[in-house]
């Protein structure tokens, strides 16, 4: 009987490895995709793309048993060669190849120039040609930051003392109702898709105290804008036994500090590669919702058109000033009217017109909404009932409150979006894998 | 102006700090819901539920500003007092009340008698009274195992270079076709949620090299089974430049290796809550099905059947050949039949009736299903063309092939699944948060 123990040691080199200063002057084995060519006659340079970056191989024709002219972009190889310094090429090594072997063949050129240092390209195109524009270095890193982003929040969470959960994506009711909900036939029943996992973490608080998830949710808004998607990956904690709201804020800050940090030491790659400097959170100002108004319509001349909303370009302003001011890249606004929110949210009981919820802005536009909630069964149901909102399908999630349920509150972070502030895109298509908006449902 | 800089330190203790010596003999503060309540008269025990586990309290009508009258299952409270050795009591320490303030009530008694050890409740009570009968330690306890598991999966997968991805769970085609797909209106076109990020993650080799993916998977199958659910977790992992199929399993060995270990350290309350001895992954056998097939019909005296098919009978009873001949919880299956593996499955070379692909066995139920797939255009394709599969739908998929892919394969787990097995239930929705079936859709 053969037996699997795990793991062989790989008889290939990354890129890791190959930084190593002892591999220099030694034979090395290597694979990877044949990312450019240049051919210069008698020598030839072969990117070689692997998980890591780019390797610089050199073909000569004389000290090589491989003819430039059957390499191919798009190829994938495993080649043996001497590892040499080279100072001029990525990460200060190249590969000396003697002999090179073809793993596999494409059928096709790529069609974008994905072996380009920068594919300057269209939105557009990039999304048509998904699979090859993500070949790109510069594409697949910002990708590499979306999962530090993830990894970071759970990774803070778990440290925390939350306990990761998994609730359905497909429900009898939306969670906060409204008209932007996917409908399908479950079994001859009439179902919908998770516009959020609000109410079962919450139901959650009662069980773990603090919970997370990280999964999809699904919009079904027909606005067609630069920040929205149909469907997102959302980045939800809830967390139970809050003494206050800003509990709440201090523990997004916390996640931003440790996530900012594991960038910069795990994604240290990425990060040059995108030349990216990361914002600072080590103090994240806190302005009310009615004095942020205030502040940018004394500052920048401009009119309070409603003082019970936030346009766009009121919270872009926030975020000007606010690094004006303070020299700050994040800002919590605070209070928002009780109108705007959910019915689950609890109200400043200092004045109910407002609630005791904040967004966070990053460089003026929101990555985060968050919020006490109310506890309280009988508040609850008189909120409800003032809203109209009958109980229907909510009866497990009322049953909750009703078996006792800690103060508490939570957040819900757009991963797309953080990371689209992140790196400096400014559409929030280009750091989605497979974007699904009103005219894309495929790739 | 006003700045968070991060969490403040907690004036209230968690169970891993009030087991710590120096806490004895003096004033703690804590909080946590009531659990359980035990009158005798003079004294009373509170039991607390904390996110740790439990902690017992002694409220004494001499020593205490606190009334037991008013103390009642269901309610969080902050507790204040002095902490004692008690070896009979969970962690061996007590809380000896001085004050209590409460800070929520509920309106109900519990439907459940939650607070018992066991929760000796049918499913179907727990499953209708989800947020009561989670609050049990015990059932509480098997979803903290779920997280180690989740948690060990990518741990361990970051460490060998993969890259994590979200992709969509809305798509306009099926990844395996068939009739288990449920389908859904997207503004007015026909759309379907994703069976398995299948295709996604293969394309995603061609750019990361190793991806995976923790996220919901949605199969309109019309079986009600204690192993199956219409919406389930799926723990997927995708690797390019294998040497062989074998990788992808040694890759899995290494998980169970690692996840095992990480639930001995960091979950070990858990397992002692629910009394389990872990499964041994240090050498997993590793048999071909037509062998598999032969070693059982022998043993047990069964005639084979179909020599094509594997029976859920004939798994279990592998699962028992294993167990008694060697020893071992785990076993791979290889080389399924082709007819039975979808389109993409790579053929066996020596004899194309049967695939490059496995089932993880584990008590003799399945848990995962891999294989190494195709990665030349052509004989995908081909393969397509021989099972009378069109393309529509399929364009971007194949034309990740057509510019280059390296041999590659990975594997699906069902987390619901593997934490049932090794929790020790018999039913899938023992291990399920809030599972989705024939009939079930609520909570």
New interface residues.
């Given amino acids: ?8 040691p790989q008889t ?1 080199l ?1 890129l890791k490895e190959l930084q190593e200063e002892s591999r220099l002057g030694s034979r090395v084995r290597v ?1 990877g ?2 990312h450019s060519i240049r051919d210069m006659g008698e020598v030839a340079f072969v990117v070689l793309r ?3 970056g780019i390797l610089q191989c050199v073909l000569e024709e004389e000290s090589s048993s491989v003819s430039v002219k059957t390499v191919r ?4 190889v495993e080649a043996e060669g001497i590892l040499e310094r080279d100072e001029r090429a990525p990460y200060g090594i190249e590969l000396r190849v003697q002999e090179m072997r073809i ?6 050129g ?2 974008l120039p994905v072996g380009k240092w920068k594919l300057n390209t269209s939105l557009e195109a990039k999304l048509n ?4 524009s ?2 790109n270095i510069r594409e ?1 890193a910002k ?2 930051i ?2 530090g982003i ?2 970071g929040f ?1 990774d803070y969470l ?1 440290g ?2 939350f ?11 939306g969670a906060e109702g409204g008209s932007n909900i ?6 001859h ?1 009439p ?1 919908v ?1 998770a516009q959020s996992p609000q109410l ?1 973490k919450q ?2 608080v ?5 919970v997370f998830e990280t ?2 949710v ?1 919009r ?1 808004e ?1 606005h067609n804008t630069k920040r929205h998607l ?2 997102y ?1 959302s980045l939800d904690f809830e967390m ?2 809050i003494q206050s709201f ?2 709440i ?3 997004e ?2 996640f931003l ?1 440790y996530m900012l940090q594991l960038l910069k030491e795990e994604y240290a790659d990425e990060l040059r590669i995108l030349n990216l400097t990361l914002p600072k959170a ?6 009310r919702f009615d004095r942020a108004k205030e502040l940018v319509a004394e500052k920048y001349k401009r009119a309070i058109r409603n003082p019970f909303d936030l346009e766009p370009e009121e919270e872009h302003l926030i975020g000007t000033y606010f690094k004006e001011e ?1 020299d700050a890249d994040f800002v ?1 606004v605070t209070h928002y009217p009780s109108k705007k929110r959910p019915f689950y949210a609890m109200d400043d009981p200092q004045d109910p017109r407002f609630t005791l919820s904040f967004d966070l802005l990053f460089r003026g536009l929101e990555i985060t909404t968050g919020g006490q909630r109310i ?4 508040m609850l149901r008189e909120k409800m009932e003032a809203r109209d909102m009958g109980e229907e ?1 909510l ?3 009322l ?9 508490h509150g939570g957040l819900g972070i757009g ?1 797309e979006r953080l990371t689209m502030m992140l790196v400096g895109e400014d559409n929030v298509r280009e750091t989605t ?4 908006d ?1 005219s894309r ?3």
């Fill in positions: 009987m053969e037996f699997l123990s795990g793991v062989k290939t990354e694979n995709a044949v692997k998980r890591g972009e798009g190829q994938t793993l596999s063949e494409p059928c096709k790529m069609p040609y998904r699979n090859a993500l070949r697949r990708f590499r979306q999962e993830t990894r759970r778990y925390q003392g306990t990761e959960i998994h609730t359905p994506k497909i429900g009898a009711k996917f409908k399908l036939d479950y079994f029943r179902a898709l079962y139901m959650m009662g069980v773990f105290d603090r999964g999809p699904f079904a027909k149909n469907e990956t139970g036994y800003e509990d804020m201090a523990m800050t916390g500090q080590d103090r994240i100002p806190m302005v303070y919590f506890h309280d069964p009988k399908g009866e497990q999630y049953g909750a409150f009703e078996y006792g349920m800690p103060p991963l894998l497979f974007p699904r009103l449902l495929e790739p």
